[in-house]
């Protein structure tokens, strides 16, 4: 469930919370992967979401347990980031590529002003590869936090984000960082 809590009312937040995402867990038979993972990530500084237990009610029914998951909007990035008027683009189902057609219909705009440009010059980094990978995509992207990030998603079992599945990834142009992209984590269930 996303609740989007200034749908009907403009500026309505709870506390300074404008969205409330809530995860079924049911794919995680424990019931305990995704609140692990998401809080493991931010003791090691990575830019997980805050991650919480939530037991679901509607109209008095019981829904059962609930990964309450910090949604990432506005106000999750001013949580993180000095300058907060950069893109923050997830990613649509199984398409988050850098290259073809999956660059204009594999992103989707959750902050900013939705310019693209940064998208496709990590498309030309990689398009114009000459033998120095790292080197030639530092420009566009913040490549010790992605091998960072990478790391610990396979450290936790995180194989349902990227770079292992093409989905459930956020990334952010940070003004304050040259603009370069940098990953978090979407969806560690």
């Not at 999956?102 to 902050?111: A, F, H, N, Q």
Request: charged fraction near 25%.
């Amino acid at each position: 469930f996303k609740l989007k809590l200034n749908e009907f009312v403009v500026d309505q937040k709870y506390g300074d919370i404008e969205r409330v995402t809530l995860n079924n867990m049911t794919s995680d038979y424990t019931q305990s992967k995704e609140v692990i993972v998401y809080d493991l990530l931010n003791r090691h500084s990575q830019l997980a979401s805050r991650c919480s237990y939530a037991r679901v009610t509607l109209n008095g029914e019981a829904w059962g347990l609930y990964a309450n998951v910090e949604s990432a909007d506005d106000q999750w990035l001013k949580r993180r980031f000095d300058d907060a008027t950069g893109n923050l683009w997830g990613t649509t189902s199984n398409a988050g590529e850098f290259y073809g057609p999956y660059l204009d219909t594999g992103w989707v705009l959750k902050s900013g002003d939705g310019d693209r440009s940064q998208l496709q010059a990590v498309t030309r980094a990689l398009d114009t590869f000459a033998g120095d990978f790292f080197g030639e995509l530092g420009p566009v992207v913040d490549v010790d936090q992605w091998l960072d990030y990478w790391a610990w998603c396979a450290a936790t079992g995180n194989y349902d984000g990227y770079p292992f599945h093409l989905n459930d990834v956020l990334i952010y142009a940070d003004p304050a960082n040259e603009g370069r992209f940098v990953f978090a984590p979407w969806g560690t269930d």
